[in-house]
Nanobody, 124 residues
Framework: VQLQASGGGLVQAGGSLRLSCAAS????????MAWFRQAPGKEREFVAA????????VYADSVKGRFTISRDNTKSTMYLQMNALKPEDTADYYC??????????????????WGQGTQVTVSS
């Protein structure tokens, strides 16, 4: 499975961005999909995930209510709509895919496939 993330950029605090992650080489609807992010000098952290079967979504507390993960199985693409952005959201954002159980969706090591990062910079 190959993942291609896009949509990053520079935005002012309070603004919005939508990230996309296009998947190829696998059965998209059978994959759990997630977004992680890594700020300079920090570890990569979980942002949001979508479970393959039900489409149930889980979010990190830091983004809950501001970010929305979605997926279009017909286009093999996942999205992350980011609203009310804050300077602390500045990071490289990575998409990931895996087949883990629901309880492991937040676990970075449980994801088998990773895309390249797309940079998000939020200015104050």
């Amino acid at each position: 499975v190959q993942l291609q993330a896009s949509g990053g950029g520079l935005v002012q605090a309070g603004g919005s961005l939508r990230l996309s992650c296009a998947a190829s080489g696998g059965t998209f609807r059978a994959l759990n999909m997630a977004w992680f992010r890594q700020a300079p000098g920090k570890e990569r952290e979980f942002v949001a995930a979508s479970f393959r079967n039900s489409g149930n979504s889980v979010y990190a507390d830091s983004v809950k209510g501001r970010f929305t993960i979605s997926r279009d199985n017909t286009k093999s693409t996942m999205y992350l709509q980011m609203n009310a952005l804050k300077p602390e959201d500045t990071a490289d954002y990575y998409c990931a895919a895996g087949s883990q159980v629901l309880s492991a969706l937040r676990v970075r090591s449980s994801y088998r496939y990773w895309g390249q990062g797309t940079q998000v910079t939020v200015s104050s």
